[in-house]
């Protein structure tokens, strides 16, 4: 076990909070008594990192060390990697600032205060992730998820566990739809993914380039793509980039969310009473939107 570095985010930051909530995200994220653990590739070789807070909330320090490595990694380009992931140059206190204007929307915000978006690791994780995601409940996608990085992705062995990282584009464009069926999603979905990876490894689309650049330009040109929308280029750029450019007015859970938040009923509200809602956050709906959903999540998933 090796001492890599320590990073100090942006404060306010709930370590402990953030890590076990980014089970919504991913199931690549491991979280166990307050310690995140995390395999990542790079450069052909799998490295498990993991992170302890020996901070506060207002006063954040994280440690960050390697576990154990497939190969020879750079401890800088990793540690830059983490904390990326991590969301530690993620500043909310603008948006803490115009939340605590709003009643409804304070009293969802102040339990998730300090809570950052544990990022994916490539905008290709974060697209192929929430295509798989579409119009499905989420412990069903996250069971199709678990089978395609076992199924795919390369892996780490460390005290009898195994920690995977995502599959490569090479793998998803050579597989065909009968190989992906145990995914459990329709089949249009399997061929999105599969005519987006291979794009990428004709060299037609660079994923990473796009990461490199600003969010919104990224949103633009994912929906570019065949089979790509605004809800699943929006969610993949929130998973990649930590950034909230979108309210999404059309996800059902969002709708459900506001009507019970806002309205106090049951059911669904319409995509323009959504889209009414969130106006009066201004630059702030994303982020808005972002906790409302965690609020529901937390209700219908519990935190453990």
């Known amino acids: 076990m090796t001492p890599i570095g320590t990073l100090k985010p942006i404060p306010p930051y709930n370590f402990d909070l953030s890590i ?3 089970r919504y995200h991913s199931v690549l994220d491991h979280s166990r008594e307050g ?3 995390r395999a990542l590739e790079l450069d052909g070789a799998v490295a498990l990192v993991r992170v302890i807070s020996q901070g506060t909330i207002e006063a954040p320090v994280l440690a960050v060390e390697r576990v154990a490595a497939t190969g020879p990694v750079d401890e800088v380009r990793l540690l830059r990697r983490v904390a990326y992931l991590l969301g530690t140059d993620a500043d909310m206190k603008p948006f803490y600032a115009h939340a605590r204007q709003d009643p409804i929307l304070w009293k969802l915000v102040e339990p998730l205060y300090g809570l950052k978006h544990v990022r994916a690791a490539s905008l290709f994780e974060a697209l192929m992730t929430t295509i798989i995601e579409q119009q499905i409940a989420l412990n069903m996608a996250q069971r199709g998820e678990r089978w395609l990085i076992q199924w795919a992705g390369k892996h780490i062995d460390y005290q009898d566990e195994i920690f995977y990282t ?3 584009p ?3 464009a050579a597989a065909s739809v009968e190989d992906l069926l145990p995914l459990k ?3 249009i979905r399997m061929n999105v993914m599969r005519s987006v990876a291979s794009q990428i490894m004709d060299g037609a689309i660079d994923l ?11 949103r633009r040109s994912l929906m570019q793509l065949k089979g ?3 809800w699943t280029a929006a969610w993949a750029v929130i998973r990649a980039f930590g950034e909230y450019p979108y309210i999404g007015e059309n996800d059902v859970a969002l709708q459900a969310a506001i009507n019970e938040y806002y309205y106090g009923q049951t059911g669904r509200v319409s995509e323009k009473v959504v889209q009414s809602t969130l106006a009066r956050h201004g630059d702030f709906a994303g982020a808005a939107t972002f906790h409302i959903l965690m609020n529901w999540g937390i209700k219908r998933y519990g935190t453990t």
Not at 208 to 218: E, V
């Open 185 to 187: 999603i329709t089949r």
């Open 20 to 22: 076990h909530l980014s």
């Open 170 to 172: 090479e793998a998803i």
């Open 208 to 218: 990473d380039q796009l990461q490199a650049g600003p969010a919104d330009a990224a």
């Open 35 to 37: 310690i995140y653990w």
């Open 166 to 168: 995502f599959p490569l």
């Open 228 to 230: 790509v929308g605004l």
